[in-house]
Protein backbone atom coordinates (compact mmCIF):
# COMPACT_ATOMS: atom_id res chain seq x y z
CA UNK A 1 0.00 0.00 0.00
CA UNK A 2 1.40 3.38 -0.98
CA UNK A 3 0.78 6.12 1.44
CA UNK A 4 0.23 9.74 1.27
CA UNK A 5 3.35 11.99 0.63
CA UNK A 6 3.75 14.79 2.90
CA UNK A 7 3.00 18.14 1.23
CA UNK A 8 5.78 19.54 -0.75
CA UNK A 9 6.57 21.91 -3.84
CA UNK A 10 10.28 20.05 -4.12
CA UNK A 11 10.56 16.87 -6.05
CA UNK A 12 11.75 13.91 -3.79
CA UNK A 13 14.88 13.28 -6.03
CA UNK A 14 17.64 15.94 -5.47
CA UNK A 15 20.94 16.20 -7.83
CA UNK A 16 22.63 13.92 -5.76
CA UNK A 17 20.05 10.93 -5.26
CA UNK A 18 19.28 11.18 -9.55
CA UNK A 19 23.13 10.73 -9.69
CA UNK A 20 22.89 7.92 -7.03
CA UNK A 21 20.37 6.07 -9.36
CA UNK A 22 22.11 6.70 -12.56
CA UNK A 23 25.13 4.98 -11.09
CA UNK A 24 26.27 1.03 -10.95
CA UNK A 25 23.47 0.05 -9.03
CA UNK A 26 21.28 -3.17 -8.81
CA UNK A 27 17.55 -2.39 -9.40
CA UNK A 28 14.37 -4.75 -8.13
CA UNK A 29 10.91 -3.28 -9.32
CA UNK A 30 7.83 -4.72 -7.56
CA UNK A 31 4.32 -4.61 -7.48
CA UNK A 32 1.22 -7.34 -6.68
CA UNK A 33 -1.90 -8.99 -8.49
CA UNK A 34 -5.42 -7.60 -7.59
CA UNK A 35 -4.85 -10.87 -5.09
CA UNK A 36 -1.96 -9.29 -3.52
CA UNK A 37 0.32 -11.67 -5.17
CA UNK A 38 3.54 -9.99 -5.53
CA UNK A 39 5.26 -9.75 -8.76
CA UNK A 40 9.40 -8.72 -9.34
CA UNK A 41 11.52 -8.19 -12.09
CA UNK A 42 15.38 -6.81 -12.48
CA UNK A 43 15.30 -3.43 -14.51
CA UNK A 44 19.10 -2.28 -16.26
CA UNK A 45 19.09 1.58 -15.95
CA UNK A 46 16.68 4.34 -15.87
CA UNK A 47 16.44 7.62 -16.85
CA UNK A 48 14.95 10.86 -14.67
CA UNK A 49 12.75 14.04 -16.09
CA UNK A 50 14.86 16.83 -15.80
CA UNK A 51 12.13 18.30 -13.57
CA UNK A 52 12.91 14.90 -11.21
CA UNK A 53 9.58 14.34 -11.24
CA UNK A 54 9.60 11.20 -13.12
CA UNK A 55 11.70 7.83 -13.04
CA UNK A 56 11.44 5.40 -16.03
CA UNK A 57 13.26 2.15 -15.01
CA UNK A 58 14.02 -0.17 -18.30
CA UNK A 59 13.05 -3.72 -17.95
CA UNK A 60 13.77 -6.45 -19.70
CA UNK A 61 10.01 -7.80 -21.07
CA UNK A 62 11.16 -11.67 -21.09
CA UNK A 63 11.73 -11.52 -17.96
CA UNK A 64 9.26 -9.58 -16.28
CA UNK A 65 5.05 -10.47 -17.79
CA UNK A 66 4.00 -10.69 -13.95
CA UNK A 67 5.35 -7.54 -13.12
CA UNK A 68 4.24 -5.58 -16.67
CA UNK A 69 0.55 -7.33 -16.13
CA UNK A 70 0.30 -5.76 -12.77
CA UNK A 71 1.50 -2.34 -13.52
CA UNK A 72 -0.57 -2.11 -16.57
CA UNK A 73 -3.90 -3.18 -14.57
CA UNK A 74 -3.04 -0.19 -12.39
CA UNK A 75 -1.09 -1.74 -8.79
CA UNK A 76 1.06 0.15 -7.73
CA UNK A 77 5.17 -0.23 -7.64
CA UNK A 78 8.36 -0.18 -5.70
CA UNK A 79 11.74 0.13 -7.18
CA UNK A 80 14.48 -0.66 -5.08
CA UNK A 81 18.05 0.98 -6.44
CA UNK A 82 20.98 -0.50 -4.55
CA UNK A 83 24.79 -0.07 -5.26
CA UNK A 84 26.73 -3.47 -4.54
CA UNK A 85 29.99 -2.32 -3.46
CA UNK A 86 28.26 0.40 -0.62
CA UNK A 87 24.83 -1.50 -0.21
CA UNK A 88 23.56 1.70 -0.09
CA UNK A 89 19.94 1.41 -1.05
CA UNK A 90 17.24 3.47 -1.94
CA UNK A 91 13.30 2.58 -2.53
CA UNK A 92 10.91 4.36 -4.42
CA UNK A 93 6.93 4.32 -4.28
CA UNK A 94 3.98 5.35 -6.10
CA UNK A 95 0.44 4.22 -6.64
CA UNK A 96 0.73 3.27 -10.17
CA UNK A 97 3.29 3.51 -13.18
CA UNK A 98 2.99 3.92 -17.06
CA UNK A 99 4.29 0.89 -19.40
CA UNK A 100 5.92 3.19 -22.54
CA UNK A 101 8.17 1.89 -25.69
CA UNK A 102 11.89 2.56 -24.94
CA UNK A 103 13.09 5.61 -25.80
CA UNK A 104 16.37 6.09 -29.07
CA UNK A 105 18.99 6.50 -26.18
CA UNK A 106 17.56 3.25 -23.95
CA UNK A 107 18.68 0.93 -25.55
CA UNK A 108 22.44 1.73 -25.17
CA UNK A 109 21.53 3.53 -21.25
CA UNK A 110 20.41 -0.31 -20.63
CA UNK A 111 23.74 -1.72 -21.87
CA UNK A 112 25.54 0.78 -19.79
CA UNK A 113 23.86 0.48 -16.74
CA UNK A 114 24.30 -3.87 -17.32
CA UNK A 115 28.38 -3.17 -17.72
CA UNK A 116 28.75 -0.94 -15.25
CA UNK A 117 26.80 -3.13 -12.77
CA UNK A 118 29.11 -5.90 -13.89
CA UNK A 119 32.23 -3.84 -13.51
CA UNK A 120 31.41 -2.97 -9.91
CA UNK A 121 30.52 -7.06 -9.11
CA UNK A 122 33.84 -7.90 -10.85
CA UNK A 123 35.52 -5.47 -8.47
CA UNK A 124 34.04 -6.99 -5.27
CA UNK A 125 35.45 -10.35 -6.60
CA UNK A 126 32.19 -12.09 -8.27
CA UNK A 127 33.60 -14.12 -11.25
CA UNK A 128 33.48 -12.46 -14.72
CA UNK A 129 30.89 -15.17 -16.12
CA UNK A 130 28.52 -14.69 -13.09
CA UNK A 131 28.13 -10.93 -13.18
CA UNK A 132 28.00 -11.04 -17.26
CA UNK A 133 25.02 -13.77 -16.47
CA UNK A 134 23.39 -11.66 -13.98
CA UNK A 135 23.25 -8.65 -16.51
CA UNK A 136 22.35 -10.66 -19.83
CA UNK A 137 19.09 -9.43 -19.55
CA UNK A 138 20.50 -5.56 -19.97
CA UNK A 139 20.62 -6.66 -24.01
CA UNK A 140 17.11 -8.16 -24.50
CA UNK A 141 13.31 -6.44 -25.50
CA UNK A 142 12.42 -3.90 -22.60
CA UNK A 143 10.15 -1.28 -21.97
CA UNK A 144 10.50 2.01 -19.76
CA UNK A 145 8.18 1.94 -16.53
CA UNK A 146 7.64 5.40 -16.41
CA UNK A 147 6.15 6.53 -12.47
CA UNK A 148 6.33 9.97 -10.28
CA UNK A 149 7.76 8.42 -6.89
CA UNK A 150 5.72 10.21 -3.64
CA UNK A 151 7.48 8.31 -1.33
CA UNK A 152 11.30 7.44 -0.70
CA UNK A 153 12.98 5.31 2.02
CA UNK A 154 16.70 5.16 3.84
CA UNK A 155 16.94 1.00 2.51
CA UNK A 156 20.69 0.93 3.51
CA UNK A 157 21.23 -1.50 5.86
CA UNK A 158 21.69 -0.34 9.82
CA UNK A 159 20.24 1.63 12.23
CA UNK A 160 18.39 4.04 9.52
CA UNK A 161 16.85 1.61 7.12
CA UNK A 162 13.60 1.81 6.23
CA UNK A 163 13.82 5.86 7.52
CA UNK A 164 11.58 7.73 5.05
CA UNK A 165 13.40 10.90 3.51
CA UNK A 166 11.87 13.95 2.70
CA UNK A 167 12.16 15.86 -0.81
CA UNK A 168 15.42 17.71 -1.33
CA UNK A 169 15.63 21.22 -2.59
Known amino acids: MVTAPLSSDCPLLDQARVVFLLGPVSISVASHDA ?6 ARAFGCRVAEDRREVAVLV ?13 AGAPIAVVFSRPKTHETLQLKAPAARLLPLGPTDRQRMRGSGSALAAELIALGYSAAFSHALVAPSREDAVAVAFSPILLFDQTPGPRAGRRLEPQP
Request: net charge neutral; aromatic share 0%; charged share 20%.
Open 35 to 40: AGVPSL
Open 60 to 72: PTRTAEALLRDLA
